[in-house]
């Protein structure tokens, strides 16, 4: 029993000498060595990056076509192209004159507004109409009954469509109205509203139309009126002026 074991053990001695003897000779050891080496990441030292360097390329800035005309005028010729400018279409306004002494006014007192009665304001026109009648029938005229909206408050006076077309400018222009005792009022006439604005307010206070009035418009030149009033005053019953 004792010398079966010993063989035993001698037998597997005697193998694994062997089996060392054949990977020594196979080189075993040192391919897993090297492998496992081969495996075992190495840190490297760690590199500055390096900036990296944009071409340096002259660019022209780039300007519109307008901006650079305008830069490459002279000052000169902007001035006289805006003096042309101002020349060809001039902003329509009122001179600055002083037409008459009546022409100092504060206003109204609205609370005391003049109505006129239906049977005078018939008269006034009546009378109005014949006065139109008796002028010149080669200068073009027309009637006008005053309301309290062109004698007070928005002191705005449309003119009757039809006369503006047929004989007043096409644009807007300074409309004088001479009254008849010469007196001259310069007024804004606005063509596609077929009326007079500013000025207006002015010769109605200095002539203290009412409510009623009745006026006669002749055109005596392009741009002239004369100015007829009729007072609704004289054919109200107990009313004296």
């Known amino acids: 029993m004792v010398a079966a074991s010993l063989t035993y053990e001698e037998s597997r001695r005697k193998r694994l000498e062997e089996n060392n003897e054949k990977l020594k000779a196979l080189n075993l050891p040192l391919l897993s060595l090297a492998l ?3 495996l ?3 840190s490297s ?11 340096e390329q002259q660019v022209a800035l780039r300007r519109s076509i307008r901006v650079a005309n305008m830069a490459a005028r002279s000052q000169d010729e902007i001035s006289e192209q805006a003096v042309t ?8 306004g009122i001179p600055r004159v002083v037409v008459s002494d009546r022409i100092h006014f504060k206003g109204r007192d609205l609370s005391n507004r003049v109505y006129a009665s239906d049977e005078a304001r018939a008269c006034s026109m009546e009378r109005a109409e014949e006065l139109q009648a008796s002028l010149e ?9 005053m309301l309290q909206s062109h004698v007070t408050g928005g002191f705005w006076l449309g003119l009757p469509a039809h006369f503006c077309k047929a004989t ?7 409309m004088t109205l001479a009254d008849e005792e010469g ?11 077929t009326g007079l604005s500013g000025g207006w307010k002015r010769f109605s206070v200095a002539h203290n139309l009412v409510d009623g009035d009745a006026l006669v418009f002749q055109l005596i030149r392009p741009t002239k009126f004369k100015v007829y009033i009729v007072r609704v005053s004289s054919f109200e019953v107990g009313n004296k002026r």
Not at 137 to 145: T, V
Not at 168 to 174: H, Q, V
Not at 183 to 193: H, M, N, Q, S, W
Request: glycine share 0%; charged share 35%.
């Open 36 to 38: 496992r080496e081969s």
């Open 40 to 42: 075992t990441p190495k």
């Open 45 to 55: 030292p760690a590199k500055n990056p390096k900036p990296r360097r944009l071409r």
């Open 85 to 92: 400018h101002e020349a060809v279409s001039p902003k329509v």
């Open 137 to 145: 029938p080669q200068y073009p005229s027309f009637l006008k009954p």
């Open 168 to 174: 007043l400018p096409k644009s807007d222009a300074i």
């Open 183 to 193: 007196d001259e009022y310069p007024t804004v006439f606005l063509a596609r509203k």
